[in-house]
Structures are given as C-alpha cells and as structure tokens.
C-alpha cells in the first residue's frame, strides 16, 4: 500500500494580518523567518514518509500559480483548485475520489498547510504509527497533541484510555471548542488531547464513511468521477463542487463514524492561528519578546512580538504586550490582549 499526503492550502489566515492576507495567505509566508514558507516545511516534514510525487495540495483557484512557484516539483496534475470554498469535508472527499481513481490501495494523511512542527523526527514516528495502522484495517487516526495548557482556541479530542505517550488510544469523542473552565478541566484530566487536524486513513475506508455519512457530498464525488483526469474536469469541478454541503470533515465523518484513534502526540506543535500563537513558539530575549526581521532593537519592551521582515531596521521602545507586525505598506501595533480583534481590524474601511 502507497502512502499519499493530502495537503489543505485553502485558508486566508486572517487573525494573522497584515502578515497574512487574503491574496497571500499564512500558509505562503516565511512566518518564522528561516527562508521557507509554512507550506514548504509541510512538503518537507512528509519526505521521509511519502515523495513529491504523491503529494497533493487542495487550495484555492486563485492560489494556484503561487503553489507551483512554491512546489516546482509538484506535479501539476495534483495541485487540486476549488472553485470555490466549501470547507474540509468536500476538499477531502475531491482529493480523496480523484486519488482512488489512479490509486485504489492508497493509504493516504489529509494535513493542513499551516502550522508548525518544531521536532519533525519524532512527527514523522508518530505519522508512520498511524499509517502502519490504517494501511490494513478500517481504523481512522488522527493526532492528538498532548495541551501544555488549557487552550480555548482548539477543538479536544477524548481518548477512552490514555496509557503513555507512545501508545495509540481509542477516541471516545470529539469536542468543540471550551471556554476557560472546561478546558482547565480537559487539562487536568489527562485523556484530553488538543485536535491538529490531521488525519489518517486508507482511501476506501474514508470513502466509504462519507457515503456512510455525508451522502449528499458522496453523491456529487461519484457524478465528478466521470471526469476525473480528463479534459472536462476543470468545467466539471466549477458546475458540481458548488453543490456540496458546506461542512467540515469533522461534522461530517468524525464524530459519527466508529474505529477512530489517537496518537498522543507531543512534537512542538502549532496551528499559528494568532500573533499570541507565534509570539510562544518563538525563541524569546530575556524580556519575553520574539521578534522576526532583519534588524530589530528593543529598549525597555516586554513580552512583545514583532514580525517586520520588509524594513530594514526597526526600533521601539517602551511597549509591552504589543504586537507590532508590516507587511506590503500595512502596520499593526496592537496590544496583544486585543489580538482577538485582528480580523476585525483587517476588513475595516475606516
């Protein structure tokens, strides 16, 4: 059985503006300044596991020139454009059905694109547990990263048993995001694992569980088949994809379907879905601030992210708790207790 990565590159990334923005999203930028962008160090994490050459990106049409530029070695055939976004339960069934197609003993991992993984050996252990396990049997695995502390801005996964790190636990249930109180209780628990997103499964298992359990997505898969691969397939896609329920994957397939497992998993793990995010990860001065750009001084600053790779030479001084972030003409100061209000502040026209 061949492995395939499903990579999802749809998102805007929004809560990380103005470093990421609608026509250049997160996952496209060099977010920690080592010269790859997020989608890159995804391509490159999975190597070890599967080539290039059974790599497929599920994006936007309108990112699809940047994908190539970043992935020249890619296969063209398999940077997977939607017309339009209709969430994570069709980009998957259409990457799923079209990898079925050419390659019906796939066993196949659906990642996203943007976040980060500090220790990529002990990722890439905790992949192949998971892939050795769904190669012959109907299990569905995802990763559950181990909580470092009660975060609100993740779903949880429930494992039935936790033994240790290393083991593979049954899931008991998925969970929504909690406020403060229940994820301080999810903590505390210890069966309690963040939700990364990633998961993993042979190609007829998880085709069969979105006819089990999204057939109105599985009915408009089975009338794309037909033009899978052929020339019709871009007019196709455009006319049936609009037509899928808008539901995420975990909706969809996870909390319904049976034999789903957990591999805790604790390898320095982020979705970078906020400044705050980023700000822990970073390695931080002697005053708790992380900063990314070329040449960035701090006089009597704390606890401050600055991400400022087009200037050239940034100074500041006095802040504390701030964000302060350009990107393309656009300036963000912002104190870092109001970072929830980021998005808002990217669409305003005042």
Request: glycine share 6%.
């Amino acid at each position: 059985m061949e492995n395939h990565i499903v990579i999802m590159a749809g998102g805007i990334g929004s809560r990380l503006w103005p470093m990421s923005t609608p026509e250049y999203p997160k996952q496209f930028v060099d977010v920690i300044g080592c010269g790859k962008s997020l989608i890159q160090l995804t391509v490159e994490r999975f190597l070890p596991l599967c080539p290039i050459q059974h790599m497929w990106v599920v994006t936007s049409e309108r990112y699809t020139d940047i994908v190539k530029e970043q992935l020249p070695e890619l296969p063209e055939s398999q940077i997977l454009a939607e017309p339009e976004a209709r969430n994570t339960a069709p980009c998957i069934a259409y990457a799923c059905w079209k990898i079925k197609k050419e390659h019906p003993h796939a066993n196949i991992v659906v990642t996203p694109s943007d976040a980060l993984v500090i220790n990529t050996t002990e990722f890439a252990r905790c992949i192949a547990m998971a892939l050795n396990k769904t190669a012959d049997s109907n299990a569905i695995v995802t990763l559950g990263i181990k909580p470092s502390r009660p975060e609100t801005g993740y779903g949880y996964i429930a494992a039935k048993v936790y033994t240790d790190a290393s083991g593979m636990c049954e899931v008991e249930a998925f969970k929504e995001k909690p406020d403060k109180e229940t994820a301080q209780r999810y903590v505390k628990a210890g069966n309690f694992f963040w939700n990364a997103g990633i998961f993993v499964w042979n190609v007829e298992t998880i085709t069969t569980a979105i006819r089990d359990y999204a057939p109105q997505i599985a009915e408009v898969m089975d009338r794309l088949e037909q033009a899978l691969f052929t020339k019709r397939e871009h007019e196709e896609l455009k006319r049936l994809f609009p037509m899928c329920e808008k539901i995420s994957i975990d909706y969809a397939v996870m909390e319904q379907a049976e034999n789903i497992f957990v591999v805790p998993a604790e390898f320095g793990w982020s979705d970078l879905g906020s400044w705050g995010a980023l700000h822990t990860l970073l390695p931080q001065d002697h005053n708790g601030n992380a900063k990314v750009g070329t040449q960035i001084e701090l006089h009597n600053c704390r606890n401050c992210m600055v991400h400022t790779t087009e200037e050239k030479r940034v100074v500041l001084e006095g802040l504390e708790n701030y964000i302060v972030t350009e990107r393309k003409g656009q300036l963000l100061v912002c104190r870092m207790s109001e970072e929830q209000r980021i998005k808002e502040f990217s669409t305003s026209k005042k």
